[in-house]
C-alpha cells in the first residue's frame, strides 16, 4: 500500500529515521558507558519499546503512570519503571499485583505517606524495588535535595522494600534553546542528585541506579559520573519543539510526520487540512513543521486557529496545492500528539510496511 492510499489525518513513522534515532542514541549514551532507560510515555507503543529494547544497551523501560506500566508488562515487558509516585491505596494494591506479575518493577517515591503505604504491598519474598524521586529544583515530584537521604534511608528501613536508588528529571531544561546554558544547568543539578546517590550507595550497597535525564539534556547527562542510565523518550520521533533547540549532541531525525489532507482551498495562498487541536497537540510557539522529501519547508505556516478539527495552512502563492491533496507534517509535540491516535503506520518511502497500535493511549491512571 502507498502512503498516499491511507485516511488522513494519520501518524507516520519513518522506518529508517527511527531506527537511525535508536542507533544513533543507543551508541551515544554507550560511548560514556551509559544505559538508556527509554520513556514511553513518549509513543505509547509496546511495538516502539521493543524495538528500543532489542537495540540493545538498554537497563528497562520506563513509564509514567501505573497504567501505562501494566499495559507493558501485558504486551510481555518485564523491566519497568514507574516516574511518577503511585499514592492512592487502591493503585499501591494494583502495584503489588503488578509486582508479582514481571520480573522487574521499580517505582519512584518521595513521600513517607507513600512508603509506608508500598512497604504494606512488598513481602520479604517479593519485595518492591523503590527509589528515591528527587526534585531538581523544578517543584513537579521529588524530595528536595537536602532530605533525600533522609527518605532513601526511610524505605532502606522496611524489609519488604528494596532501595534500589535516586531519580532526578530536570524535565524544565529539556527545551532551553542554548545548549550552553542548558548544559550549565544540567550539569549543577544532576551533580547534586549524583551526591545524595553516592551518599545512599556507600550506606546501602542495593542502591545501584542513578537515573533521571532525557533528549534535550542528554549531552550533558552522559557527563555525570555517577548516572547509571538515561530516560530519554522524544529521541525517537522527534517534534518541531525539539527540533528547534541546539542539541549539543547527535542529531536525531524527524521520524514522525502526520499525513493531513487539504479539505477546502478557496484563498489564494491558503487551504484548511483535516488537522486541527484535535489531531495536533497545541504547543505554542512550535508549530507543525510541512515537511517534503525529508526538507524542512519553511516557506509553509500552519496555524491552529481554526479550532478542533481543521487546521489552517499558509503556503507561498506560487504552490500548488487542490482540495484532496496531502501534505506531511513534523507534529509540534510528539508525546500528548500521538496519544491523540489510535495507531501508527510504518514507511519506507512511499510504501506502508506495517501499522502498530498505540495500545497506551489514555493509559493515565
Ligand atoms: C520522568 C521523565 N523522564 C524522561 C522523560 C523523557 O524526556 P524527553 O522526551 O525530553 O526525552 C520525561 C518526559 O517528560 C519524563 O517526564
Same mark, same amino acid.
Given at each position: 500500500m502507498n502512503k498516499r492510499e491511507l485516511d488522513t489525518p494519520a501518524l507516520l513513522l519513518d522506518a529508517d529515521l527511527f531506527e537511525r534515532n535508536l542507533l544513533l542514541m543507543g551508541d551515544f549514551v554507550s560511548s560514556y558507558g551509559k544505559k538508556l532507560r527509554p520513556?514511553?510515555?513518549?509513543?505509547?507503543c509496546p511495538q516502539i519499546a521493543k524495538k528500543q529494547l532489542e537495540k540493545g544497551n538498554c537497563a528497562g523501560i520506563c513509564a509514567a503512570k501505573l497504567s501505562e506500566a501494566e499495559a507493558l508488562a501485558a504486551s510481555g515487558i518485564n523491566d519497568i519503571l514507574i516516574t511518577s509516585p503511585v499514592t492512592a491505596p487502591m493503585k499501591i494494591a494494583r502495584l503489588g499485583k503488578l509486582n508479582k506479575s514481571i520480573s522487574s518493577l521499580k517505582v519512584v517515591a518521595d513521600s513517607p505517606e507513600q512508603i509506608r503505604l508500598l512497604a504494606r504491598q512488598? %513481602?520479604?519474598?517479593n519485595p518492591l524495588h523503590v527509589l528515591v524521586d528527587v526534585d531538581p529544583e523544578m517543584g513537579r515530584t521529588g524530595v528536595p535535595f537536602g532530605e533525600a537521604f533522609s527518605l532513601g534511608r526511610f524505605i532502606a528501613s +522496611?524489609?519488604? #522494600? =528494596?532501595?534500589d536508588g535516586v531519580q532526578c528529571y530536570?524535565?524544565? #531544561?529539556?527545551?532551553?534553546?542554548s545548549f550552553a546554558q542548558r548544559a550549565g544547568e544540567c550539569t549543577r543539578l544532576m551533580k547534586k542528585g549524583a551526591e545524595v546517590f553516592h551518599e545512599l550507595k556507600k550506606e546501602f550497597p542495593s542502591c545501584r541506579i542513578y537515573t533521571g535525564g532525557g533528549t534535550g539534556t542528554s549531552p550533558a547527562d552522559?557527563? =555525570?559520573?555517577?548516572? %547509571?542510565d538515561i530516560q530519554a523518550g522524544s529521541y525517537c520521533l522527534m517534534d518541531s519543539e525539539y527540533l528547534a533547540v541546539e542539541h549539543g549532541g547527535p542529531a536525531f531525525f524527524p521520524a514522525l510526520t502526520l499525513l493531513s489532507g487539504v479539505i477546502s482551498r478557496h484563498r489564494k495562498g491558503e487551504a484548511t487540512i483535516d488537522a486541527g487541536t484535535k489531531e495536533i497537540y497545541v504547543t505554542p510557539g512550535a508549530p507543525p513543521k510541512v515537511i517534503r522529501r525529508g526538507k524542512i519547508c519553511e516557506e509553509y505556516r500552519y496555524s491552529?486557529? +481554526?479550532?478542533?478539527e481543521h487546521g489552517h495552512l499558509f503556503f507561498p502563492e506560487n504552490v500548488v496545492l487542490r482540495s484532496g491533496d496531502t501534505l506531511e507534517m513534523i507534529v509540534s509535540h510528539c508525546d500528548p500528539t500521538v496519544n491523540l491516535f489510535d495507531r501508527l503506520y510504518v514507511v519506507k518511502g512511499e510504501e506502508v510496511l506495517d501499522c502498530w497500535e498505540i495500545t497506551l493511549r489514555g493509559c493515565c491512571r
Open positions: 520513556h514511553a510515555k513518549t509513543h505509547k512488598g %513481602t520479604a519474598e +522496611f524489609p519488604s #522494600l =528494596i532501595l530536570a524535565g524544565h #531544561l529539556q527545551h532551553i534553546v552522559v557527563l =555525570i559520573e555517577e548516572l %547509571t491552529w486557529d +481554526f479550532g478542533d
